[in-house]
C-alpha cells in the first residue's frame, strides 16, 4: 500500500463500511439502542410515564452505557409495543382489524 492510500473498512452487515452504517442510524444488523427521547417518540409516553412504568416493573429495562448515558435495546421496546397492541412480535400483521 501507497503511503497516501487508506486501508478499507471491514464490510458491516448489508452495509458497505461502519460509516455508512452510522449514517443509516444502525452500527450492526443486531439492532441499536434508543435513548429516552428516542423511546418517548417511538412509544408517545412521557418521560414521567415511562420512567413510572420502568419503576412498576412493567417496561423494558434500561441499560447502562456509561455512568451518566441508560438506552433502551430497540428489540425490547418493540416487543414491549406489540405486546401492549395484543398481538406478537414476531408476526407485526397479525391482531389488526381488517
Known sequence: MMPHQVAPL???GKHKTLSTAKRA??????????????????TGLSRATIYRLLAA??????????????????????AWLESRLGRPSSEPGEGQAA
Do not use: Q
Request: glycine share 10%; proline share 5%; aromatic share 10%.
Open 25 to 42: 442510524g444502525r452500527a450492526t444488523d443486531a439492532g441499536s439502542f434508543l435513548r429516552i427521547d428516542d423511546v418517548i417518540a417511538s
Open 57 to 78: 416493573g412493567d417496561f423494558p429495562a434500561k441499560i447502562a452505557l456509561t455512568i451518566r448515558c441508560v438506552g433502551w435495546w430497540e428489540a425490547d421496546v418493540t
Open 10 to 12: 471491514p464490510s458491516v
